[in-house]
């Protein structure tokens, strides 16, 4: 198993005592994308996406061994973790949004709006009454690469709520290519990444009753696009960049960095303790103890 020195970068003084092991673990390599880890307490494993190769693969904490969890995948992007402990999808090639039961059986949770395809769901994440909230830019359908190239249904790439009766709506219009999204720990806050944009930045919404508002751009990147993001136990918010993970405070300021050797993808906690970082990047995916946790949901 491949070690590579961890570097966390500080950049103001509320990161000084944010570390964790003095060695990174790559888990795994070779594959040609990585996206989307999602880790199963129950079960002590990770999955995540390989999108080119149209599998996603599985990490077992307790003998360390990877194997493949499910090929073809519909070539599968970011996942989620639901409060039933289901796996929750986004498929760039069936452009869709699923759920994989705990029988294993496949549940579509959303695949047009308004009697159009979605262009090809990107991220997602679970709020605590249930709705599931995922954003649809058009990567999977840009090229063959990684889904099926075609052209765009709706027109637009756009953010989107399933409500748990089942109904869809859009949330956010005026994005580019919207791609990472985490809810602040109570839920008052969304931040949501575009990609395209130049810089890449984050923005921030106020959500109430299901709805958003604002939209004022919370941080900028300085090193390529954002991705993925999650927020650990504190209320920091932690993003998927190109040179590693840039870690915000609450007020936007970028207080420091996780250095990456490859370009990340996107990030979860996991462990007994939700203090293993588990990051994808590129051809591999990492790990890492750290002396903070990720929140319980």
């Keep these: 198993m491949d070690m590579v020195k961890a570097q966390f970068e500080v950049l103001d003084e509320r990161f000084a005592r944010v570390n964790g092991d003095e060695w990174m673990r790559r888990l795994h390599t070779g594959c040609r994308w990585t996206e989307g880890p999602a880790y199963f307490p129950a079960g002590r494993y990770l999955v995540f996406s390989d999108i ?7 990490w077992d904490e307790t003998t360390g061994a990877v194997g493949v969890f499910r090929e ?3 070539f599968h992007n970011g996942h989620t973790v639901d409060r039933q402990g289901r796996l929750v999808s986004c498929e760039q090639g069936g452009r869709r949004v699923t759920r994989t039961e705990h029988d294993g059986t496949t549940t579509v949770l959303a695949d047009t709006y308004q009697g159009k395809r979605f262009n090809s769901p990107n991220d997602v994440v679970e709020s605590s009454d249930g709705a599931i909230w995922f ?11 990684e889904g099926h190239q075609a052209e765009s249904e709706i027109g637009a790439c756009h953010v989107y709520r399933v409500d748990p009766d089942g109904s869809v709506r859009i949330v956010a219009d005026d994005f580019s290519r919207p ?9 008052s806050l969304l931040y949501i990444a575009d990609t395209r944009q130049n810089p890449s930045h984050i923005r921030v919404f106020s959500v109430d009753d299901g709805r958003l508002s604002g939209g004022e751009v919370f941080a900028t990147s300085d090193a390529g696009g954002f991705d993925g993001m999650r927020l650990d136990a504190a209320g920091r918010l932690w993003a998927a960049a190109h040179d590693g993970l840039h870690c915000f405070a609450p007020d936007g300021t970028r207080i420091g960095k996780l250095r990456v050797p490859e370009v990340c993808s996107n990030l979860t906690f996991g462990g007994p303790r939700r203090n293993d970082l588990f990051i994808t990047a590129s051809s591999s995916v990492y790990t890492l103890r750290v002396n903070f946790s990720g929140p319980r949901f």
Excluded: M, Q
């Design 135 to 145: 954003t649809d830019p058009s990567y999977g359908i840009d090229s063959d690469y």
């Design 179 to 187: 791609n990472g999204l985490a809810f602040s720990l109570d839920e």
């Design 52 to 58: 080119p190769n149209d599998r996603v693969l599985r």
């Design 72 to 74: 073809p995948a519909g």
